[in-house]
């Protein structure tokens, strides 16, 4: 089936400095999802892109949407302690809601 | 307004037994899911539903039933739990059309010993 590989699995970094994740995918996504989910909650959606090449931003969090449509990176620029958590990246096709997640990136802010 | 509430959060039981999950939403939202969340894997889709009385398989829906008699209710059972099946599951609900975006209940924990 589907895949998405998500890199890298865990940072560990200062607070103030940028982040940069990413996901690939061996198979063309028409939509993609960034969620990040707190400790004992859910996921939450950060940003969502529906168009190749698409640059989205939502505060200091921009994710854009790759050219060949199998992968999408996510940046967060001067990070802050509440940023701590497990961001996963989702393609789905549209059409459908399978959606596929990738296995998630965690993030951890030291102040 | 609750959205979705999850029951229960916990739960420990034992091989072979049958175990139901329980989802509820306050939002009318169309769709529904079932998601498994393990580490390594992240979240795989186990079972959604389109509709009342309308669902279909995820990626890994093997020893796992679901029905939708209701909109606002999605039960998951295990009919008959294995170690395996030790997870945190999520539901989910989203809208039909535009975004698809998908709001997650709080999850619950079952360990199956």
């Known amino acids: 089936g589907q895949q998405l590989n998500q890199s890298p699995q865990s940072m560990f970094i200062q607070e103030g400095e940028d982040v940069s994740m990413n996901c690939t995918s061996s198979s063309i996504f028409n939509t993609w999802l960034w969620y990040k989910q707190d400790p004992g909650e859910g996921p939450v959606l950060l940003i969502a892109l529906y168009k190749a090449g698409e640059l989205t931003s939502n505060g200091r969090l921009t994710a854009q949407f790759g050219t060949t449509r199998k992968d999408s990176f996510l940046n967060i620029s001067a990070s802050i302690p509440s940023d701590v958590g497990i961001y996963f990246c989702a393609g789905l096709n549209t059409g459908g809601f399978k959606t596929i997640f990738g296995a998630g990136t965690r993030l951890f802010v030291k102040a | 307004d609750a959205g979705i509430t999850q029951s229960p959060r916990y739960k420990i039981t034992e091989t072979g037994r049958q175990v139901t999950l329980m989802c509820h939403q306050t939002w009318s939202h169309s769709y529904m899911f079932w998601y498994r969340q393990d580490l390594g894997h992240g979240l795989r889709l186990i079972y959604y539903s389109a509709a009342a009385d309308i669902t279909d398989k995820g990626e890994v829906p093997d020893g796992y039933v679901v029905s939708r008699s209701k909109t606002e209710n999605f039960p998951l059972t295990l009919e008959s739990a294995t170690r395996s099946q030790t997870s945190v599951y999520f539901c989910?609900?989203?809208?039909?059309?535009?975004?698809?975006?998908?709001?997650f209940g709080p999850g619950t924990r079952l360990t199956v010993t």
């Open positions: 989910a609900t989203s809208l039909p059309s535009g975004t698809y975006e998908q709001y």
